[in-house]
């Protein structure tokens, strides 16, 4: 079973969905996803390159006009990832080299992939009395 998820804003917004807020932005963006725990982690991946592109992408001179990402990934029987694929489509009008730049810089600097490529502990901790 794969879990997959799309965020989109600017030109490449969804034609349905959640808008949600979004800092770089003015119209928000727009997720396409279930609720569930696999769609939310593959959310958090979508969403992370979908804000580092804006991000990103001021300093380097690419006016984006639309970006979409999507993220997708399974689960084996014991609900061990299998990994995250994303894909992401811009609408600019920057070069093929500049727009390949932008991709090599998200995909380097990306917080929320570089933490799942690295492994993270997570641990459950008592609630407060």
Not at 13 to 27: M, Y
Not at 65 to 85: H, K, L, M, P, Q
Not at 96 to 113: G, M, N
């Amino acid at each position: 079973m794969s879990f997959l998820v799309e965020v989109g804003a600017g030109t490449l917004r969804a034609a349905d969905g959640v808008d949600l807020p979004h800092r770089w932005t003015s119209e928000g963006v727009r997720v396409r996803a279930e609720f569930t725990g696999a769609h939310l982690l593959h959310l958090a991946t979508a969403g992370c390159v979908l804000n580092d592109l804006y991000r990103e992408a001021e300093p380097l001179g690419v006016v984006l006009d639309g970006v979409r990402v999507t993220a997708e990934g399974g689960f084996d029987e014991s609900w061990s990832s299998t990994g995250i694929a994303y894909r992401v489509e811009l609408d600019t009008a920057a070069s093929e080299a500049d727009r390949a730049r932008l991709l090599a810089r998200v995909d380097e600097v990306a917080e929320i992939p570089r933490a799942l490529r690295a492994g993270a502990p997570v641990t459950r901790e008592s609630a407060a009395p």
